[in-house]
């Protein structure tokens, strides 16, 4: 006798034992099955076995938010910035009545797609976001190396998120700002690969952690061989000793703090010479006794100085210093012409910040927003792959592909591409059409251009607040700002 009366569904399995699979949970198990709107553009990026079910632990039970599934709501969420919860449990409706229109289907709320976020575990979303990554590197061509070296990028940035008491505990707001009118503030420092623009490793830390001391958390992931490139903020002995302890070179800007005196040293050219640096007296803070003993007593390095006469660049005078000793393997134009590629990671931290909506996290826990973190990681890489599969097809240099337009043809393409799930021989034919209207629209060629930073729109003259918002009342009059004078013109 089958029961058909609601009320005895959730005994069901009581009364006669374990339930066939449905449709709903056959398609879960089907790798195939398109389970967003952006799988199937990346369902060869990440395999669905990151997410399978496990034997016990969180992920052991059969649950209406599955891992796979609420991975791809999730990641849905980042790649279009400002979607709500709210949509992700919409279009995870629309999937399940699709698949099962008679399945009671996920309740209204957000509660439960809420949770299962939470359930992600960080170490899973690492190794996704390690293998996009090293993905990205194995696709390199050799033609992409600067004299074959494979050139990384360190640089680093802040982030906000939202005022909670949780969120403040782990990365406090600044110390100048009074309680109650700042957020909290985390700081990261990311190693990015010259070649492919991949975010290869992302250290984060708080406010009071600054980023050279996170940025020495990543120098074991050089491998020998590698070139780190980075502006003067990251130039000091103890960390130029530890590059090269990992088999790795270096091209830094000189800190500010530390004289060059081009008439010492060897002379290897008009601007070029070979000199050595000796270890401190007196250990720095914050160095153990064990790591100080472990720094090497000397240093010879290679200071290169050169002009930049670009108009609208603000540097006239540029001095590197590097690891890189020999004058005619690495001639001092081509280390120049090297150190301009340092702005990309500029453009990178933009592009996960401004596109993805880095710059201003969205969630209320610590544990939340390390997994937001997380996902901007994982969706910068899968956007990075689309850009590197359509230059190697179409064959365009990398850096001539705009991000933002292959995450608008992405956000134009992925409706179709999941309604073609069940042909997968029309979907193959548009996903190349999607990689070939990413490759038709490059970046126009523009050497030397410069843009100030400046905005030309002004903010809204709203008060600023000085207390907490509890602290202020709803009667307290608008001043508004003062106009600046009109200079006689009426």
Known sequence: MALATPFFHPFRRLLFGKTPLSGI?????????????????????????????????????????????????????????????????GRITAWWRLEDPHAPGPAAGTGGYCLARARLEDAGLARVATHLAERLECN?????????????????????????????????QPKGQKPGCGFPVVRLVGLFSAPTGALLHLAQGALSQGELTLARTLWPQLAPGDLLLSDRGFCSYQDLGAIQAQGADAVLRLHAARRADFRQGRRLGPNERLVTWRKPLARPRGCTPEEFATWPATLTLRLVRYRIETPGFRTQRIILVTTLLDPVAYPAQALAELYLQRWQVELHFREIKVLLGLDVLRCLSPEMVRKEILLQHIAYNLVRLLLQQAAHVHHIPLRRLSFKGALDRLKEFAGPLQALRDRPRRAAQLLALLLEQIARDPLPERPGRAEPRARKRRPKAYVLLTHGRSQTTTRRPYRPRKKSPSHGLN
């Not at 992409?144 to 990365?171: C, F, L, Y």
């Open 25 to 89: 949970e056959k398609s879960l198990r089907d790798p195939a099955q398109s389970l967003s709107q952006y799988q199937q553009a990346f369902a060869a990026f990440i395999p669905a076995t990151f997410f399978a079910r496990t034997a016990a632990g969180a992920h052991s039970r059969r649950r209406l938010f599955p891992a796979l599934l609420t991975f791809w709501a999730f990641l849905a969420q980042v790649l279009e910035r400002g979607s709500s919860c709210r949509r992700a449990v």
């Open 140 to 172: 390199a061509l050799t033609a992409e190396r600067w004299r074959g070296r494979h050139v990384k990028i360190v640089d680093g940035t802040s982030a906000s998120m939202p005022d909670t008491a949780g969120n403040q505990a782990a990365w406090p």
